[in-house]
């Protein structure tokens, strides 16, 4: 092929440099840019330095709804890692029943956010509402069964929600990582007499790192974001108790008009999340190496 | 120890993997499996391991059945085609993994770790894990896995398949002398006649579920029973041409004439297959006795320093190895060198009539 001689290849790049500029580029640097200021109105802003950024580090509620994510994530990580692992484990190896699972493992993956905050909306409601309806004619609860009523039945509700939706995907994950083992290494360990905890753990587990790895960034970094499903459940509530950090930021941004303050907070947002990312990506590339058999 | 399979067939979703073996080995003997992929070779290591039951027949173990026993309790060790390790543990710790379960003081297991190590190189290598070794150090690892706990059966599943060639040639080398040293049952699956002959020992050729032939190595090379068996033990294939004894003359091919001397004395009129190995074709004549075979160049492949020369010869097509680097156009005529006493001669239905003498061959290897 003709070598070009001067640079004109630059211009098969600018389409794409383009669209990230306006996809990614711009807009981050207009949050940048508010992050600074006090905004008026049109035309009208005065820059204010870091002070927006030292209001919103200060900021009990922000500090609440921060302490809530983390609590929220965290669970979510613990229930929906090791359940996606027994499910990926539990899953048939092949035939027409492992077809099956998958594809029914991958329907609520399927379906838009807020048509599964609609879903469980209704199937928890104490009036109509299956769930609701059963756990109530039990008579387990002092307080009747209802997720506006009490911050705990809202959690337990979201959490169902995150749960349904996502297992799925961790599981999706797991089961590709355990399909991808050569069976000669199940044999070696009957060889070596090896119980199926030990297959488990120096087996299937260290061969899953990579999909787990993956697993949890996704999974962390989804529920970190999370404001659909709380949206529609109660809109943060009741109280504050399912206030997440994206319902505070929308509802300083767009709610009260503060724009500056919801700048500087979306940017320190954004930092936690690659932070952590960060952390998890580091932990799991070098857990478990060079472990001892007990 | 003995190990036997009595009358084995495995049967899997109506196809035929294995059918009819018997088979005897004794300890200290070296066994290989010779055959093509799918010949079944891995598929009776495995019933040989206890990994998979027989549809049916026995397998015996100093004359017990064991032919349900788990492979928990058999003392078996294994070496895959993959390089077989455990991801997390460091070299060390997969080398002890067998060891582990045998109830052994650490400062022996350590021992006996430390020695295995040395015997495959791996003495500097201890603390890494297994995805920071070479392909070869990772086999290394793997097979010190398997010498490590002392198996009465040591079984090894085309183990070289994976490595480049350079290591294959190292560890084949090392591991004729590993072998030499253990009291156990060594078995050794490979596609290779040539890997076959290095080791040695005793050589089982399966073809399709089924045992053409067992002896010593290198007397199963010299007088292959069937042609199908001297096809398995050649590479390239051994070739065979058509041939007729009519009123003590033989011709071969396309009437090229054979005079029938030596181990040929004496042939009964009628049709046969009339075989030679690659190895013996000559593209110049190496004396008085040849016989010149001619034909048309089908395709001439160069390997490393060696040229595969494959000739069309009539309504048969046959393959030439030569030392050193010979281009060819293609269909271009050739003329080929065959002296009659490298000949096998088969009958129709491929069992063998004449061998060349052992010494002649043995010369050639």
């Excluded at chain 1, 599964?116 to 909306?121: E, F, N, P």
């Excluded at chain 1, 949206?231 to 109280?239: Q, R």
Aim: glycine share 8%; proline share 5%; charged share 20%.
């Amino acid at each position: 092929m003709e070598k070009w001689a001067d640079n004109k290849a630059w211009l098969l790049v600018l389409p794409v440099f383009v669209v990230v500029a306006f996809s990614a580029i711009i807009p981050l640097m207009t949050v940048v840019n508010y992050s600074l200021q006090d905004i008026f109105g049109p035309g009208n802003a005065v820059f204010v330095g870091t002070e927006w950024f030292k209001e919103m580090l200060t900021d009990k509620r922000l500090h609440d709804a921060l302490g809530r994510q983390f609590i929220f994530s965290g669970l979510v990580l613990l229930i929906e890692i090791p359940l996606g692992i027994l499910i990926a484990l539990a899953m048939p190896k092949k035939g027409w029943s492992a077809s099956a699972s998958l594809v029914t493992l991958a329907i609520p993956l399927l379906i838009p956010w807020n048509v599964i905050g609609t879903i469980w909306i209704i199937f928890t409601r104490p009036d109509i509402g299956l769930f609701g309806v059963g756990i109530n004619s039990l008579d387990l609860l002092d307080i009747p069964f209802d997720h506006t009523a009490r911050p705990a039945y809202a959690w337990v509700t979201l959490m169902a929600m995150e749960v349904w939706h996502w297992t799925p995907l961790v599981a999706l994950l797991c089961y590709a990582g355990l399909r991808a083992i050569p069976e000669a290494y199940y044999q070696a360990a009957k060889i070596d007499g090896a119980s199926s905890w030990a297959v488990f753990c120096y087996i299937q587990l260290p061969k899953m790192r990579g999909v787990l790895t993956i697993a949890v960034l996704l999974r962390w970094m989804d529920s970190f974001l999370i404001y659909a499903e709380p949206f529609a459940l109660t809109g943060g509530g009741p109280g504050n108790s399912t206030t997440f950090l994206s319902i505070y930021l929308v509802k300083l941004a767009t709610g009260q008009f503060d724009l500056g303050p919801a700048a500087a907070f979306s940017l320190i947002y954004f930092l936690i999340v690659l932070l952590f990312c960060f952390i998890f990506y580091q932990v799991l590339l070098n857990v478990g190496k060079g472990e001892k058999i007990s | 120890m003995s190990l036997a399979l009595r009358n084995v067939d495995k049967i899997v979703g109506g196809e035929t993997h294995l059918k009819g073996i018997d088979l005897e080995f004794e300890t200290g003997s070296r066994n290989v499996f010779l055959g093509r992929t799918l010949a079944g070779k891995t598929s009776l290591l495995r019933i040989m391991a206890g990994l998979d039951r027989p549809s049916r027949g026995k397998v015996l173990m100093d004359g017990v059945d064991v032919t349900g026993v788990s492979v928990r309790k058999r003392g078996i060790a294994m070496v895959y085609q993959q390089f077989i390790n455990y991801p997390s543990l460091t070299v060390y710790n997969n080398i002890a993994s067998p060891l582990r379960r045998s109830g052994l003081k650490k400062r022996d297991i350590d021992r006996r770790v430390r020695e295995t190590a040395e015997i495959l190189h791996l003495e500097e290598l201890l603390d890494r894990l297994p995805a920071e070794l070479s392909g070869g150090q990772q086999q290394r690892t793997a097979i010190a896995r398997a010498l490590v706990k002392d198996a009465k059966l040591l079984l090894l599943d085309e183990p070289l398949v994976n490595l480049d060639y350079k290591l294959r040639e190292e560890l084949r080398v090392e591991l004729q002398d590993i072998f030499r040293k253990r009291s156990a049952i060594v078995v050794y699956t490979t596609t290779e006649p040539s890997e076959a002959l290095m080791l040695g020992g005793k050589v089982v050729v399966l073809d399709e579920g089924r045992v053409l032939q067992t002896g010593a190595t290198a007397a199963v090379y010299q007088r292959p029973e069937t042609l199908r068996a001297a096809e398995v033990f050649s590479d390239p294939p051994i070739n065979a041409l058509d041939s007729t004894v009519t009123d003590g003359r033989a011709a071969m091919g396309d009437n090229i004439p054979i005079p029938l001397t030596g181990h040929l004395a004496g042939l009964a009129d009628g049709a046969y297959r009339f075989a030679f190995r690659s190895n013996h074709l000559w593209l110049s004549s190496q004396g008085e006795g040849d016989v010149a075979i001619s034909g048309k160049v089908e395709l001439a492949e160069i390997n490393g320093s060696e040229t595969f020369v494959y000739v069309h010869h009539g309504k048969s097509a046959f393959v030439v190895q030569q030392e050193g680097v010979h281009p060819f156009a293609m269909g271009a005529p050739i003329s080929v060198f065959l002296n009659p006493k490298h000949l096998f001669v088969y009958d129709t239905a491929g069992r063998l009539v004449a061998a060349p003498p052992a010494a002649g061959v043995a010369e050639q290897q």
